[in-house]
Nanobody, 120 residues
Framework: VQLQASGGGLVQAGGSLRLSCAAS???????????MGWFRQAPGRERERVGG????????YYTDSVKGRFTISRDNAENTVYLQMYSVKPEDTAVYYC???????????WGQGTQVTVSS
């Protein structure tokens, strides 16, 4: 499975950014049974979960620090997951990774990461 993330960049605090991650190389059944999610890793810190979404899109998870500011969605026809970031803060600066797995605790596939930098 290949995960291609895009959309990172430099944004001012309070601004918005949308990340995309296109998945390929697996059967539809694999994606139907998987959570698609986002993690991030800031310099000097451990990788942390940002959030995830199930196949139907009716269950989502967000870490507390992004609740109300970030939204995860997916387009199953395109095998793509999105992370819409609103009201970004300097502490959101990190490399963002998309991921696929049975759950956010058991990731099987990782994307290559895309840098998000929020200036104050």
């Amino acid at each position: 499975v290949q995960l291609q993330a895009s959309g990172g960049g430099l944004v001012q605090a309070g601004g918005s950014l949308r990340l995309s991650c296109a998945a390929s190389g697996a059967s539809v059944r694999t994606f139907q049974n998987s959570i698609m999610g986002w993690f991030r890793q800031a310099p000097g810190r451990e990788r942390e979960r940002v959030g995830g979404i199930n196949w139907n899109g009716d269950r989502t998870y967000y870490t507390d620090s992004v609740k109300g500011r970030f939204t995860i969605s997916r387009d199953n026809a395109e095998n793509t997951v999105y992370l819409q970031m609103y009201s970004v803060k300097p502490e959101d600066t990190a490399v963002y990774y998309c991921a696929v797995g049975p759950s956010l605790s058991s990731i099987m596939y990782w994307g290559q990461g895309t840098q998000v930098t929020v200036s104050s």
